[in-house]
């Protein structure tokens, strides 16, 4: 069974939609994950809840909105899409929030805005 | 100057060759330091801790150089299937945030 999975794997959709890619880890993990890898290859951290509670939230455009409804899910909604938003989008999951430890990362969702 | 440096490559290497990757960081408070692997098209996958005393798995041997604030990942005996992009990991300060850097690209020849 998959660790960590997400969907959709692709995404390919117009300006100015709102979109959802979804998480899931069936690890049992307290902390979550989500990562932007643009198109130089930097993988970057956006988001992260601990518990289902916000830990880490970096310089994000408030047009990305993370929801925990259950430590093992994840999601990410997207209002307004722009062109810069193209990207795989991972989702990860942690033992704990300390970082001391392996994350496991999901496949990736490929987002492409047109 | 950005957190975490690699050169990204490629190294086109053969098979049986020792490659080295170096990795600088500007943080020197940080406190974790990985290798992480990630073929093309897939997810990054943990391929191994760095610790301050350096450690070796098989093939794979990091070193972690606090002074000089760099990390080193060394391969042995290049295989075909190592072709993938080794990415240098750092957690400045224990908590979850990783920073990533670019990665370097390596690929083995037959």
């Known amino acids: 069974d998959t660790a960590v999975s997400q969907t959709p794997k692709y995404l390919v959709t117009q300006m100015g939609n709102d979109k959802s890619i979804k998480c899931e880890q069936n690890?049992?993990?307290?902390?979550m994950y989500w990562y932007k890898q643009d198109s130089k290859k930097f993988l970057k951290i956006m988001f992260s809840y601990n518990n289902k509670e916000l830990i880490i939230n970096e310089t994000v455009p408030n047009r990305f909105s993370p929801k925990s409804p259950d430590k093992a899910h994840l999601n990410l909604h997207i209002n307004s899409l722009e062109l810069g938003d193209s990207a795989v989008y991972f989702c990860a999951s942690s033992p704990r929030a300390s970082g001391i430890g392996e994350q496991f990362f999901g496949p990736g969702t490929r987002l492409t805005v047109l | 100057r950005k957190e975490v440096e690699q050169d990204p490559g490629p190294f086109n290497v053969p098979e049986g060759a020792t490659v080295a990757f170096n990795c600088t960081y500007s943080?020197?408070?940080?406190?974790?330091f990985f290798w992480y692997r990630q073929d093309c098209r897939k997810e990054p996958k943990l391929l191994m801790s760095?610790?301050?005393s350096g450690n070796e798995d098989g093939r794979f041997t990091a070193q972690l150089n606090r002074a000089s604030q760099y990390i080193s990942l060394l391969i042995r005996d290049s295989k075909l299937s190592d072709s993938a992009t080794y990415l240098c990991v750092v957690n400045p300060n224990q908590g979850g945030k990783l920073i990533f850097g670019q990665g370097t690209e390596l690929s083995v020849k037959p």
């Open positions: 690890l049992g993990h307290d902390t």
């Open positions: 943080n020197s408070a940080s406190q974790s």
């Open positions: 760095v610790y301050s």
